[in-house]
């Protein structure tokens, strides 16, 4: 017997047979489809109330391609304008993730995307008329795609596996995207989008039996992700996970040495005019919290304090922080923004947040059901 | 191919004439104990390994009319289970960024950790190279056939599974 196959049976054998019924099955089975049908009808009504608007309201409509009323929309009937192979007969082929939507922090009007892009971390383009996101191809595999905001013009970047979140580049004409589920680990490259080109700008290693309960380190994903574009494009500020450590660090967009900003903290951004840096988790030091520092890393001061306070945006305009905090659990994530001069705090909305789309509009993932 | 064939995975005893009901419980009940244990040893997470297993049997449930009809439904109900399983690894790094814990921790597992040294030498693999080794050495399929599960080249599974080889090798060895 193969040697490796008796440790994996020895292994097995630690773990008692499954308690599971067919009836609990069957009984979960109905469950999903109740639940389609609810799905299906509140649907439904929402169609009728948006066209009982729409007619009574025509005169000052001016938004037409996207629903404005927000819900479970994913259930609804194929997109007209569902234009890649993604498309099926019913509908896109991405049906379990909710499409993200717009608030406008002036008016708190909501603009549900379509669902031709579902999926999630979104990452506006500097003009705000393009969005990168992640969603699933055919077979189920996470893929990076671009599109237009109204959900046109839908183009899957890769075919062997992505992970958002991505960014572009001040200048629109690349993207920066973590990859590497091929190689177990992951790095970061840069997409150029007028050559269709791609660069590696990290070279992080597969981790080597450093992971697990006796040596007290979690077999998460490993890697460099989060990347963030400097201001004038030059350099990449993101994420590390090695072991159990995670930091902050800065690497040229061309790759070479990177250099490290704050350590333990979770997820960096550089001010628009390059002077401040913005870290979700306040480092080793200071712990917790949202900070923002010298450019370099230095002067690390806390902003806003909280336990679970992370990805922290600028706003186009440099004067305020969106970032999410999720005091509340999981599923009671929730986005607030931050007025850099005054330290006041403001609620947002429910959700996950993922971009600035303009100086007042925020891209937002709604919470998981 | 015989309908006898088709089923052989459930064993010989299948009564091929049964109700569609009757062969997919027949299948499950063959079935459901051997995913359970290989998606145990790949999570290291026994509610994930059973959310996992639901998750792979329901829809096959869902298409079983379909799915009885293929040469393969062992292999089908891998793929499956092995999609999934690739997918929530995947959600994985949103985890990390927002937090959010998608199945309850097994508490218990550093307990089996303790008392056994076969556990505790898959601990230290990342969880593609325990699918690896789950996939071609416990189970059995060829290395083209796992690779296709978890989305990755073969030769990108066979470094997988000697990396796992080596670590297990010098882990049992120390043990």
């Not at chain 1, 008692?16 to 009504?45: H, T």
């Not at chain 2, 064993?11 to 027949?26: K, L, W």
Request: hydrophobic residues 40%; aromatic residues 6%; contains cysteine.
């Amino acid at each position: 017997m193969n040697e490796y196959r008796s440790v994996l049976e020895r292994a097995g054998s630690n773990f008692a047979p499954l308690d599971l019924e067919l009836e609990s099955l069957l009984r979960r089975r109905d469950r999903k489809r109740r639940n389609q049908r609810i799905a299906a009808g509140v649907v439904g009504i929402a169609v009728f109330v948006a066209a009982v608007w729409v007619v009574t309201s025509v005169g000052s409509l001016d938004r037409s391609e996207a629903p404005a009323v927000p819900g479970p929309a994913e259930t609804g009937p194929a997109e007209p304008n569902c234009v890649v192979t993604r498309c099926t007969e019913t509908g896109p082929a991405v049906t379990a993730t909710k499409p993200g939507y717009l608030i406008d922090l002036n008016t708190g009007e909501m603009t549900q995307l379509p669902k031709s892009i579902a999926g999630c971390c979104y990452a506006a383009s500097p003009d705000g008329t393009m969005v990168a996101y992640i969603s699933l191809d055919d077979a189920g595999m996470s893929q990076f795609f671009i599109a237009r905001v109204d959900g046109t013009d839908v183009q899957q970047v890769t075919q062997r596996g992505a992970w958002g979140p991505f960014d572009w580049s001040p200048d629109g004409a690349a993207i920066a995207y973590p990859s590497g589920w091929e190689e177990d680990v992951i790095n970061i490259f840069v997409l150029d989008l007028a050559t269709g080109e791609t660069s590696q700008v990290t070279h992080e290693k597969p981790p080597t039996g450093t992971c697990g309960p006796t040596v007290g380190v979690p077999c998460g994903p490993q890697g460099a992700v989060f990347p963030q574009f400097s201001p004038d494009g030059a350099s990449i500020v993101y994420t590390v996970y090695r072991g159990g450590d995670q930091d902050v660090r800065i690497v040229p967009v061309t790759g070479g040495k990177s250099v490290l900003l704050v350590d333990g903290a979770t997820v960096g951004t550089l001010s628009p005019d390059g002077s401040t840096l913005a870290v979700g988790g306040c480092g080793r030091r200071l712990g917790s919290g949202l900070c923002i520092a010298h450019a370099d890393g230095t002067n690390l001061r806390a902003l806003v304090s909280g336990p679970q306070l992370f990805g922290p945006k600028w706003s186009p305009d440099g004067t305020r922080i969106a970032y999410n905090d999720q005091a509340d659990g999981p599923t009671g994530n929730k986005v607030f923004v931050v007025d850099v001069a005054t330290g006041e705090t403001t609620f947002v909305a429910d959700g996950f947040l993922d971009d600035w789309l303009d100086d007042h509009t925020l891209l937002i993932e709604p919470v998981p059901e | 191919m015989s309908e006898i064939a088709r089923f052989s995975v459930v064993g010989p005893e299948t009564d091929v004439a049964a109700s569609p009901t009757d062969q997919f419980e027949a299948f499950f009940e063959a079935e459901k104990d051997q995913l359970y244990l290989a998606l145990c040893l790949v999570t290291r997470n026994r509610h994930e390994a059973e959310d996992l297993t639901q998750d792979a049997f329901l829809r096959l449930l869902e298409r079983w009319d379909r799915v009885a009809e293929m040469e393969d439904p062992h292999g089908y109900l891998y793929r499956t289970a092995m999609n999934s399983f690739r997918r929530r690894y995947g959600r994985a790094l949103r985890t990390a960024k927002r937090s959010i814990q998608l199945v309850p921790a097994d508490d218990e597992i550093a307990e089996i950790d303790e008392r056994d040294a076969a556990v505790r030498s898959l601990a230290g693999l990342s969880p593609r190279q325990r699918a690896a080794v789950v996939l071609v050495d416990l189970l059995g399929f060829r290395s083209e056939e796992a690779a296709r599960m978890l989305g990755i080249r073969a030769s990108t599974l066979r470094m997988h599974a000697s990396r796992a080889h080596a670590a297990l090798k010098e882990t049992m060895s120390r043990e």
